[in-house]
């Protein structure tokens, strides 16, 4: 019999997913954006020996986020390009559902979502674990992270302004500055504008 799910029921099952795996665990979301639970339990798994399989659909992955994943020997990472499908999945049991695996969708959000237990249900499973299968298929594995636009932005930035102050920098060693009256005053120089400097130039002229 097919389990209909709200948000509490989601996140038990959820958890439940990962912690009950013995062979084997797949997380489609297009968010890959995991809470700090579920690192937790996903380095446990890795720990021993679990074979995960993760495929996201956003290209604007974090780049920590990425790091720590390809880090983990057991978890195999992939991208799959318009990816909207939520499905978490053992060897006994699979999740459909709108919940994504970052803390806000886990706490603020209303989701819905079936469980279904092979024992119960085999048709159902094997048919939900075929689809996983064949988006696992067509996914790209260990796909960099984008910089984001307010990244490339920022870091644009950054350099435009290293080359204006660089610029203004060797305009202003470069080029003698010259008073109203035609005299050269020489900043880069230790000398200074002292009155007795002015009465010689006055005298001069």
Known sequence: ?????????LNYQLEKTITEAEERIILISPYL???????ELIEDKNRLKVDIRIVYGKSELNSKEYEWLTNLPFVRL????????????????CIVCSLNL?????????????????????????S?????????????????????DKETTGSKE?????????????????EPLTNQNGLITDLNTNSKLTSTNLAKNHKTD
């Open 33 to 39: 954006k995991l809470s700090n639970r579920i690192k």
């Open 102 to 126: 970052y803390d806000f969708s886990q706490i603020n959000n209303h989701e819905i979502g079936v469980l279904i237990i092979k024992e119960q249900e085999k048709d159902a499973y094997t």
């Open 78 to 93: 992939s991208f799959c390009k318009n990816l909207h499908a939520k499905l978490y999945a053992n060897e006994n049991q």
């Open 128 to 148: 939900s674990l075929n689809e996983a299968q064949r988006l696992i298929r067509i996914s790209t594995d260990n796909i960099q992270p984008l910089t984001t």
């Open 158 to 174: 950054s350099e435009k302004t290293n080359k204006e102050s660089s610029d203004f920098t060797s305009a202003f060693h470069e």
């Open 1 to 9: 019999m097919v389990q209909v799910l709200n948000t509490t029921g």
